[in-house]
């Protein structure tokens, strides 16, 4: 099964890397592009970035398309389901330790220049809250990873659905449970409840809470996996 894990990862890294590398290059151009805008206006430009919110918005739809881009093939190269769900795993946290040092370079190598020519009217922060000063600080990094692993598995397991089940069924199934949480309005404030031990800067956090959903929306992926069709049943149906 090993061997097939390491085939895997090996076809995922193929599959992935220009798509990465593609995403990183244009947010680095645009990045530099509105810094070099603000030196030019000086004090008639103010930008101030989160470096991470591109990142995440790019993770949710690579998300979203990765389990229609990779499950197919794999399957007939002759990964076995087993081997494929492990191996997403692997994949979820190579990707995660690879997305989270870019950024942390980025925001880095940005804040070393603006520091030193001085650039006051652009500001680039990372994953911050205002009660936390330091941007590197491990336990913010940690958490940023933590949120690239969720939300990696929750627009995996959208696609998973869509691809499996097609548009109309797959549209049912993830709108039934923010439909759900409007209906029964005490359910929905448990569940806002217990999402503040997944929020950083509250007093409810701890990492092991992300376990619930990481377990949760896992299981989901597997069940997919077990019976799923290597055609994607969005384009096959449409």
């Known amino acids: 099964m090993m061997e097939q894990v390491k085939l895997n990862l090996y076809y995922f890294y193929k599959a992935s890397w ?16 509105l810094m070099l805008l603000t030196i030019a206006f000086q004090a008639e430009i103010s ?3 989160v ?15 990765f389990f229609k881009e990779t499950f197919p093939q794999a399957i007939k190269f002759g990964v ?10 692997f994949y979820f946290i190579f990707f995660t ?16 220049i603006t520091n030193l020519f001085s650039i006051d009217n652009f500001k680039f922060v990372g994953f911050n809250y205002e009660t936390v000063t330091n941007t590197m600080d491990a336990n913010l990094i940690l958490y940023e990873g933590l949120l690239y692993i969720f939300i990696f598995l929750l627009t ?19 709108i039934t449970i923010p439909l759900l949480l409007i209906v029964f309005r005490e359910i929905a404030a448990e569940m806002l409840e217990l999402l503040t031990y997944l929020v950083f800067a509250h007093e409810n956090y701890t990492i092991f809470a992300f376990l619930v959903p ?7 992926i597997y069940l997919a996996i077990r019976k799923a069709s290597v055609i994607d049943q969005v384009s096959f149906k449409s």
């Open 97 to 112: 330790i690879v997305m989270t040092i870019i950024g942390q370079v980025l925001l880095s190598v940005v804040n070393l």
């Open 80 to 89: 076995n389901r087993q081997s494929y769900f492990i191996s997403i795993w």
């Open 18 to 33: 220009k798509t990465i590398a593609i995403f990183w290059s244009i947010y680095l151009g645009f990045v530099f592009a």
């Open 156 to 174: 995996m397991l959208i696609g998973a659905a869509y691809f499996r089940y097609g548009m109309k069924i797959g549209t049912i199934i993830v």
């Open 51 to 65: 470096s991470t919110l591109p990142s995440f918005i790019f993770t949710m739809i690579y998300g979203l398309i």
């Open 214 to 220: 990481y377990i949760i929306f896992s299981t989901l």
């Open 47 to 49: 930008f101030m970035g």
